[in-house]
Structure formats: C-alpha cells, structure tokens
C-alpha cells in the first residue's frame, strides 16, 4: 500500500538524455535514418508521437508504401528501393506478402528495437527545442503515457516528422503551398483555382458478411452525396483504401487545423457509406461492414524547408543528374486539387519523367541551421517537386542517406553543408553504395578491392526453349534486352503462328538518354509474312554506339501468337504498351497543356505470377552474364545486366574473389538479385511470392579456408556479414546451394 498525502502541486518526472544523433519522427523516413546511423557506430534516439512506427504505412493510416516502381506503371526498370528501405520492403515481403498492416507494424518495431545503439521512444512529442547561435543543443518532449518529461541533448539532429516540427521550433526556413511560375520557371505550379497545396486523406476498410447488416449513420455524416463532384464513381466493390480521391484540407492550415480536416474527412468516409448501404443503388452491399475507419488522417502536404537546393519540376522532368546525388526517385509529379473530394478537377494530376531523376544532398540539410538534417516529405523542393519525392519509399531511401551522413559528419567532424563539398561528397556515395544502396547512373569503386574474380560457369544466352504456350500479340509487345558499345544484336529466331497470312512488324527501339526504359528511338525494323506456325528470323543491320538496353518490339498483331519459354532470367524482361490505372489515364503520357512535361509511350511489365517471356534463339550467344560484372560496381541492371549468372547446368556454382597478397577484411556485402522491379507495396495489396525467384535462399560464404557463415531462408537482395575481429584473407570463396526457383544472380561483393 502506497499513501500520498495532499500537497500544493506535483510535477511529472523528467529524465536526461544525451546522444549523437536525435531523430524525430518515426514514420519510414525517420526510422530508416535512425537505422542507418546506429549500423554506422553512432548512438541514435529516435522520437515518435505515436505508438507506432511507420507513419502514414502504419496500422493508423494504412496506405501502401511505394517510390521509384510507381506500381510498376512507369518506364522505371529495376527501380525498387536498396539499402534499409529495400530491406524492409523485402523483409515484409517474406513475413507478411499478404499486406496486413498490422503486422507490418509488428516488422518495424522489431527492427527498431533489436537494433544496438538505437533508443526509441514512442508516445513521446517534442515541444520546445533550446539552440546555441545556428546550432541545436536539445529538445524537450512529453510522453502522456508514462506521464515522463525528457530533455533530449545531442550533436546531431534530424527532423523527420512530416510537418518538421524540430525545425519548425528551431526557426528554421521553411515554405507552404506552392511557388509562382515565375519563381522557377516551373510549368506545372498550380493556379488558384487548382490550389497550392495537397490535403489529407483518412482510409477504411470493408468486409463482406454472411448476413445482412444494418447501418445507421451518425449525425455529423455527409447527407448530399452529390456535394462530391466524383460520388458515380463509388462502388461497393471498392475497398476503402482504394478511394485515396476522398481527400479534403488543402485550403486550410494542413497542421494546426488538422483536427477540423480530420472531422470533415470523417464526415465524408460516414457519408459515402451510408450512401453505400442505404441508398439502394448498391443492392449487393446489404451483406457487407466496415471494418475499419482511419482515426488519423494520411497527411501528404505541410511545411517543406529549405536547404542549398531547391528540388524542382525541371529537376525531375529532365532528369538532373547533380554531383552530390545521394538518392533518386520515380513517382510521377502527382499533384492534387486542393479542394480534393469536392473539387470539380480529377482526383490528380500525374505526369512522369521518362525514367528516374537524382535527389542532391543539397536538398537533405537546413541552411538555416549548421546541424539540422532533413528527410522525409519535408525535404528542400518546390511544392511541384515535392509532388513526386513526397511517396514513402523515397522518404525512406533519403532517410538511410541522413543516417549515414550523419556519422559520416561525426568522424570526420564536418557540418552537412561542408559534406556537400565536391572533394568530400563522393565518399558518402561509395559509402552508401558499398551497403547495397542504388543510385542511379552512379557506380561503386572497386567494390573487391582489387580482387580477380573466378567462377565455376557463366551464362551464355544462346536460346529459351519453349514450353508449348502461346501469347496472343494483341497489344505491342518488347523484349528488353541488353547489347555492349559496338556490337550488333545476333540474329534472333522467334516461333511464331497464324491463321491466315498476315504481315509483321518488329521494330528495334532504344532510349535517348543511357540508363533510361523509355524507347523514343526507332532503330531499325524487320518486316515477316507470318503464314502458319514456324520459325522466323530477324535480323537487324544495326551497331550500338554505347552500353544501352534495347526493345526488340512486336506490333500489336492479334491474330498472331508467339511462342513462350519458362525459362526467366534476371536482367531481361517482356514489357507491354499498356496502362496501369492507378498511375495514368492511358498508355502513352499525353498533356492537355503547356505543362512542361514530355509525351511519350508506357511500356510495362506484368506482375508475378503473371509475366512471360518468348521462346528465342540467338545466331551467336548473348554473353551478359560475365563474371566481370561481378567487379564493376553497378549494382542493378541498368545499361547493361551487369549481374554474374551461372550456367542452366551448374548444379552447384562457386565464385572464388582472390588477391595477390592478403588484405584485412572486417566485412563482406553480397548483393544479389531479388527482382529489383517488383513492386513491393506494403499493406493491403497482397504479392504472389515470398521471395522472388532468382533470390539465392542458402549459400556458404568461406574465407580462404574457415566458413565465415552458412545462410539459409536468405529473402535479401544485400547480405552483410562482419568478421567476429579483422582478419587477414587471400581469397573469399561462395557456394550456392539453392535459389528461390530461378537462376541466381550477383552482382557485387562489397569489401571492407
């Protein structure tokens, strides 16, 4: 028994805390950077406001993170997030392909909390941040849970929370809405009557059931469904999460008037399922409930700040390449009307570039402050930029950059804007890449250190037996496949049948720009008289001036089939001229407007299990596979396979990395195909795979003689592996035992 006797007044507890790096916010962005920066050596807290992790892909929101794959309805090949954020994304993959967001929940704060160096406290706000001169020294923050103040001190500081609260305290610059055209020249700046700036969404879900059930909305429910422009597009078979158009708020305060924006959203989701249920238009929704109602809306738009770099809508468009490129991203500039739900406007306003753009480090720090670093949705961009680098999945990827930075920062003792230098920004980029981490049009150098490099067999692509299935080519239909600077494509025979004599043409298409999947240019062409089934061959006369990837086309032909093989390999894929819906309007990318933005065709892949590949022969062989690959520090396909494959009939392929005289190792990352194009959103939409076919699930990792580590239920695209103590070794030696179904594929090992 415990007595407390009156007394005037009490005061809560108050603990102190120091550490290097103070995260706040603890959605993708800021967990990623937290991670990144405790697996860098440095001691992190990381402070979130809610009781879970993950932001607006967390069990309270329940929106699908995705980035740079736009839901594979882009020209973006190979463009799914590495590094922390591809790891999450391939971790709830293997644990959770069914997309439950409550278990997606349970996936981070296990990450979170199993990870030395990192202290995290949720159901904790930051309310006041003390400064020295342009230098914060400390936060305070509460946590009503355990009614406990903190006073959080530490040299390094990273706002995180979506509306940036730490900076927003700290008095840094920051901008709302959106810039003028004039200001940037940007074309796609909205007017007013769009509006300026995006509103908040709250989702639900939807269940059917065996028995009718009532429904009696509640007082404050939207009773004039026609007050909603869009309200015929309702159906009943939609799930709640789907209607991410019921968005409302972006002529208000998107932060202090949040709770007003939430209660009209509320009102909204109330009124469109009375609508639903008891209009009587929707007869087969009698036997249906709501499951779930968001209780915090999904806020896209608030404060941006401001740091040496504005991202903008050219940027993106044209695809700036900068010299301090840490990240990237491929979203489309997706704005939405401010007005949301009850705009006269479409839902948005999408338009991509024709592959990924580069985010600069300039973009990532304050240039008010000297240690305040920024992620997330709150990065330095123009309201049009931010229409595309505002997605989860790049938050999260510019939330490992931050981590990463920031230790860097520490060792060497640098403010962010000094790492911006350009003798000193290159060692965060190989930094980055050496864990796995893709930037697009960068490389890793010598990732082995000097390492030769042997193998047990190589691929060599000489033909893809068929399977005796048939695809119609009722839609134009491309091979991608890669070519070296020089070379011309062998002759390819395709099996092909008709009922009736008939025409064909198969063109030969490439891309402006290297790296890029958006094939703008007519190369040459070969014209067939389909007549009956038989082989045929095609032959183009044409040479490559450079490493590029190629589109061998078909011509939409409907009463044309063509042969298809089982045999999928990594590096190579079968894309189509057609619209995905939840990213575009129609196949090809057309402006009703001087908006500054390219036209142009979509050619997509089709998700697993879905995807095909033709049955080919090549004259000579396509050699794309070579073990060379394995030592030019690209780490994804991307104008070339640039991944090692071994041969169909190596039963137990072994690569042997070598040096002339032995160097000290403390660590090793593999990094291997995981099917870098696969969209793994992560809740609600269900995926086919727990891990994708050519993902290598057990393998042994020897140094010279002594089994550094035996791995199996591998489901990771980079595997890292630390020596118990540095260690001095000749030779790193790796045995595959078993892949996923498909062939492996490496394409780097990362030495340190």
Not at 657 to 686: C, H, K, S, Y
């Amino acid at each position: 028994m415990k007595i407390f006797n009156q007394t005037d007044s009490r005061a809560f507890p108050t603990q102190s805390l120091r550490t290097d790096l103070l995260v706040a916010g603890g959605g993708l962005a800021g967990l990623c950077a937290a991670l990144a920066a405790a697996r860098a050596g440095i001691d992190v807290i990381l402070i979130q406001d809610r009781p879970v992790l993950g932001g607006n892909a967390s069990s309270e929101v329940r929106l699908w993170a995705n980035g740079a794959t736009s839901h594979m309805g882009n020209n973006n090949r190979w463009a799914r997030e590495g590094g922390i954020m591809g790891e999450i994304l391939e971790e709830n993959l293997w644990r959770n392909k069914e997309g439950n967001p409550v278990m997606f929940d349970l996936l981070l704060l296990d990450i979170a909390q199993r990870q030395p160096g990192l202290t995290l406290l949720l159901n904790t706000a930051i309310y006041a941040v003390q400064k020295e001169a342009r230098r914060v020294t400390s936060v305070s923050a509460f946590n009503p849970i355990n009614e406990t103040f903190y006073e959080v001190s530490a040299a390094q500081f990273c706002d995180a929370t979506g509306d940036g609260v730490l900076g927003y305290l700290a008095g840094a610059e920051f901008r709302e809405g959106a810039e003028d055209i004039d200001e940037l020249g940007e074309k796609m700046a909205p007017g007013d009557n769009f509006g300026h700036k995006l509103g908040h969404s709250i989702y639900f879900y939807t269940r059917q059931t065996s028995t009718p059930v009532n429904f009696v909305p509640p007082s404050f429910a939207l009773k004039d469904i026609t007050a909603i422009p869009r309200y015929k597009r309702l159906t009943s078979t939609l799930n709640g999460c789907d209607l991410w158009w019921l968005e409302w708020g972006g002529r208000l305060d998107t932060v202090h008037a949040s709770e007003e924006i939430k209660w009209e959203l509320w009102k909204i989701v109330w009124g469109v399922w009375d609508h639903i249920k008891n209009s009587g238009e929707f007869p087969e929704a009698e036997n249906m409930t709501i499951d779930w109602v968001g209780v915090i809306p999904g806020k896209r738009e608030s404060r941006r700040f401001v740091g040496d770099h504005l991202l903008s809508q050219q940027d993106i468009i044209e695809q700036r390449d900068h010299y301090d490129a840490v990240g990237y991203g491929g979203w489309s500039i997706d704005l939405h009307p401010a007005d949301g739900v009850y705009s006269t406007h479409d839902g948005c306003r999408q338009f991509h570039s024709k592959g990924t753009y580069t985010i600069p480090w300039r973009s990532l720090y304050s240039r008010s402050l000297d240690n305040l670093f920024l992620t997330g949705r709150l990065i330095s961009a123009s309201h049009v930029a931010f229409g595309s680098a505002r997605v989860m999945c790049t938050c999260g990827l510019l939330g490992e950059v931050v981590g990463q930075a920031a230790a860097l920062c520490q060792t060497q003792q640098l403010m962010p804007r000094e790492l911006a230098q350009h003798d000193r920004i290159g060692a965060l980029q190989q930094r980055l890449q050496a864990n796995g981490f893709y930037i697009p049009r960068q490389w890793l150098s010598d990732p082995a250190q000097g390492a030769s490099v042997r193998v047990s067999s190589e691929l060599e692509l000489s033909a893809l037996p068929a399977n005796g299935q048939w695809h119609s080519l009722a839609e134009r239909m491309a091979l991608l496949v890669p070519i070296n600077a020089g070379e011309t494509l062998p002759e390819l025979t395709f099996t092909l049948r008709g009922a009736h004599p008939q025409p064909l043409t198969i063109e030969l298409l490439g891309s402006e720009r290297a790296g890029n999947f958006t094939p703008e240019i007519h190369h040459a062409s070969c014209e067939l008289q389909i007549d009956g089934e038989r082989d045929y061959r095609c032959n183009f006369s044409w040479q490559s001036d450079r490493d590029q990837y190629l589109f061998i086309a078909f011509a939409a032909q409907p009463n044309v089939e063509i042969a298809l093989t089982d045999r999928h390999l990594p590096g190579l894929m079968t894309v189509f001229n057609s619209l995905n819906a939840r990213v575009a309007k129609q196949s090809r990318q057309v402006a009703d407007g001087d908006y500054g933005v390219d036209e142009f065709d979509f050619w997509l892949p089709r998700r697993r299990p879905h995807q095909i590949m033709p049955a080919l022969r090549f004259a000579t062989p396509l050699r794309c596979f070579s073990a060379q690959n394995l030592l030019n520090g690209r780490l994804r396909p991307e104008q070339q396979t640039n991944a090692w494959v071994p041969a169909v009939e190596d039963a137990s392929p072994v690569v042997r990395w070598r040096w002339p005289q032995p160097i000290t190792l403390n660590t090793l990352t593999l990094v291997q195909d995981n099917d870098f194009d696969n969209a793994m959103e992560t809740v609600q939409m269900g995926h086919y795979h727990a891990v994708t076919p050519h993902c290598i699930t057990h393998y042994r990792l020897w140094t010279d003689d002594i089994l550094l580590a035996e791995v199996t239920d591998n489901h990771h695209s980079a595997c890292h592996h630390s020596l118990s103590s540095p260690r001095e070794v000749q030779e790193v030696r790796l045995e595959i035992l078993a892949t996923a179904g498909a062939l492996p594929a490496i394409y780097s090992l990362n030495v340190r």
